[in-house]
């Protein structure tokens, strides 16, 4: 059942981050309360004060700059940026993982800050727009600093973050020209299991880059750069014969978990699946040799 609380609705950032200063373990950011509610119906956490990020004006909503890079308010919610339109036209598979969060239900009043700032590991946006260096705004009262997003997460359910600051803004560079890029997940429960991103650029029929984000299956979300740095440089043939060999190396390092989602090895054995599948797609978008 869920105690009693007050709501506090700040109208700046900057108040908002008072309230949370003030009221130190007391008070608590509310956003869609799709993680928080939930977990304070059932007794797990308790706050005597909710502070209501969704009505300070401009935390909401998508821009992009004339270079191309997506900006993303902290309280936006997975629904508008499933159906934004230049989200899904610039980029379209942050479009369609979102379209594929939770129900719709939840995505109508959940938001991307709330998602990463829960960091539940069984999540899917922090895997993706990792693969796009992104980083993430974050501000309190008198101060502001910006992030790559990888270092956000710390733990399951851990963030760097001070209880006073709040995540303002997910800031997306674009991929560079002649990349490609998808994300697989995989799932029984109600949560995804296993989650995979993947973006190549290509060069003259050649992998100039690769990139590869693992979610789910560990702690945290992460970049798997030594996975990456054995595709880099390959042909689509010789890269294809490397896919193994990576698909490997990224299991190892996504310090797989047996838990209720399935045991170590079988994530571990389904990063390797999911890699080989994103990395085929994500080549074959990317304008290169790979293309059907
Ligand atoms: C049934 C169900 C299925 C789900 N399936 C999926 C799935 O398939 N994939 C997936 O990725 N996720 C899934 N989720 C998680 C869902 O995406 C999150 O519940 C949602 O994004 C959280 O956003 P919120 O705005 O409701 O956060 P809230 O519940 O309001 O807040 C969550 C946490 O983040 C903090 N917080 C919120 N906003 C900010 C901010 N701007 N700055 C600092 N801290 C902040 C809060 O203090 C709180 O600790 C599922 C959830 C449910 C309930």
């Known amino acids: 059942m869920l105690g009693e609380f007050d709501l506090v609705e700040p109208t700046s950032v900057a108040e908002a981050s008072e309230v949370l200063a003030r009221h130190g373990d007391a008070a608590r950011i509310y956003a869609g309360g799709t993680e928080l509610i939930l977990a304070m119906k059932e007794g797990l956490i308790r706050y005597d004060y909710l502070v209501n990020v969704k009505t300070i004006p401009g935390l909401a909503g998508v821009r992009v700059n004339d270079d191309g890079t997506l900006r993303i308010g902290g309280a936006t919610s997975h ?35 709330g998602n990463l700032c829960f960091a539940e590991p069984h999540a899917d946006p922090g895997t993706l727009l990792m693969l796009f260096d992104a980083t993430v705004r974050i501000e309190r009262k008198g101060g502001a600093r910006t992030i790559p ?35 697989l997940k995989f799932g029984f429960l109600e949560r995804p299991s296993v989650g995979v991103g993947v973006a190549v650029t290509t060069d003259d029929g050649r992998v100039r880059e690769a990139r590869i984000a ?3 299956v560990g702690p945290v979300p992460r970049r798997m750069r030594e996975a990456e740095a054995a595709l880099a440089g390959q042909t689509a043939a010789e890269s294809r014969n490397t896919l193994a060999e990576a698909g490997r190396i990224a299991a190892r390092a996504s310090d797989a978990i047996t838990d209720l989602h399935g045991s170590a090895d079988y994530k571990e054995h389904l990063v390797g699946v999911l890699l080989r599948r994103a990395f085929e797609q994500a080549l074959a978008s990317s304008d290169g040799s790979g293309a059907p």
């Open 214 to 216: 693992v979610g789910c």
């Open 149 to 183: 997003l990888e270092q956000l997460f710390v733990g399951p359910f851990e963030t760097c973050l001070e209880p006073d600051e709040v995540l303002t803004e997910i800031v997306v560079p674009p991929l560079p020209v002649h990349s490609g890029s998808a994300y």
């Open 79 to 113: 629904r508008a940026l499933e159906r934004d339109p230049l989200v899904r036209e610039r980029f379209p598979v942050i479009a369609r993982m979102e379209s594929d969060v939770a129900n719709v239900r939840v995505r109508e009043v959940g938001t991307l800050g």
